[in-house]
């Protein structure tokens, strides 16, 4: 076995306005379907948003067929599988999307919702032969609702045609992944119907790599797309039959700086402290992206601050095709630096700010880990719809531990003093 997967490549996006930045997304493309050329893959996957906007122009698609025509030319053998994400989905009154006019040239396989020979949605699939893949389009918030049936049916195409390798492809995001909740966004225990079914979960839609439990795989955008994706692993996997290994072609590079300025008193002493803090930078390669945050508490009117005289040192130092700077007028002691959570899921940032909100109460610091664990689980089933009485069981038992823990404690009126203060951390944390 020897295939490609990817996902995002958000063709036609001319990001800060910029053509060079047009061409960068091209660029990232092409350099996948080289690689897969270089590697004699079998096929390649792409879950989803090969588009930016489903109304492209000229100049996009022309680009898309470019590079999709030079594979054909020189590795014939190498099919290109793809489904719509919510990027590629056509207009209602267009009829079809641009990843149907490239299936109808024969540049690449479209995968669709289909009926067909006793199932309702899984009827368009690829036999290959020890590989069967399956595609589904971008769903949005119905996504999780026909979960089970895929599962079903492609169990049943199994039991009719043989068991093979199976491969499904979906554009939708799993939830604890992003440092932020995001609306349609599916719980892992929702997708376990899939497991039982799939072999290879080929995800896209979020642009960084994730990946769980060996089965479900999410590679990322290639190119970055937005800045708060800065630090984040991403690019293509290669599968052979020894495993996925996450592969990062050379982009367009890209530096996030930041710069507290708590103890900065006048903007000549900002503008001392932005040189000083870029000296310590080391050299960025030709023609980068640059964002500068300031943050912390300011100590002079913000208006006198000029931005223009900023972006002048940055591109004295940089020469940047793009900078930016953003001032974040912060002295939450709650914040967390963007160095802190560079990498981490969403559960392992709420894991350090919970732990830290709890540590504030001395009476619980011998229990903080069993306390977040289950302030974790709590939100966790609130999300997914577990009825009110479960919830309530799950606290209790948590309250019980922390009751036996601290023996002696004296008992009072209906709710014990734990169940109270962790009832209110717990909202605490759903307003943080």
Known sequence: MNFIHASDFHLGYAQYGLP?????????????????????????????????KRNINAPTY?????????????????????????????????????LEILNSQ?????????????????????ELD?????????????????IPQIAEEIKQISEANGEKYTILMMHFGVAGQMRQEVPGEIHYNSLL???????????????????????????????????????LSKGFY????????????????????????????????????IESRLDSEPSAPSDPLIELLLY?????????????RIKAILAEKFKPLWSDVKI????????????????????????????????????????????VKTMIEVKKMAAAGIDGNSIQKELRWCFEKIRTSQAGEEKTSEKAPEQKTLTTLLSRMEDA
Do not use: C
Request: charged letters at 25%.
């Open 193 to 231: 119907p899939l497991k039982e079914a799939v072999n290879y979960l080929a995800l896209g839609h979020y642009h960084m790599q994730y990946e769980l439990d060996g089965w479900l795989f999410n590679p990322g955008s290639v190119e970055m797309v937005a800045m708060n994706e800065y630090g």
């Open 20 to 52: 060079e930045r047009f061409r960068d997304y091209a660029r990232a493309f092409q350099s996948v379907i080289h690689y897969a050329i270089d590697h004699r893959a079998e096929f390649i996957l792409i879950s989803g948003d090969l588009f930016h």
């Open 238 to 273: 290669h599968l052979r039959d020894r495993g996925a290994r996450l592969i990062t072609p050379v982009t367009r590079p890209v530096r996030r700086i930041k710069l507290d300025i708590s103890s900065i008193n006048t903007p000549e002493e900002l503008y001392s402290g």
């Open 130 to 146: 020890s590989v069967r893949i399956f595609g589904v389009r971008y769903l949005g918030s119905s996504t999780v609702s026909v």
């Open 62 to 98: 022309e680009q898309a067929y470019k590079v999709l025509s030079e594979l054909k030319a020189k590795n014939p053998s190498t099919q290109v599988y793809a489904i719509e994400g919510n990027h590629d989905r056509a207009f209602h009154q267009d009829g079809k999307s641009w």
């Open 106 to 126: 024969g540049l690449l396989r479209l995968i669709r919702l289909k009926e067909a020979n006793g199932v309702k949605l899984m009827g368009d699939f690829v």
């Open 296 to 308: 912390g508490s300011m100590n002079f009117p913000k208006p006198e601050i000029s931005t223009d």
């Open 328 to 371: 974040l007028n912060s002295s939450s002691q709650y914040t967390l630096n963007d160095g802190d959570v560079r990498g981490l899921t969403r559960e392992q940032i709420e894991l350090r700010v919970f732990s830290d909100r709890v540590k504030l109460d001395g009476r619980y610091r011998d229990n903080v880990e069993e306390i």
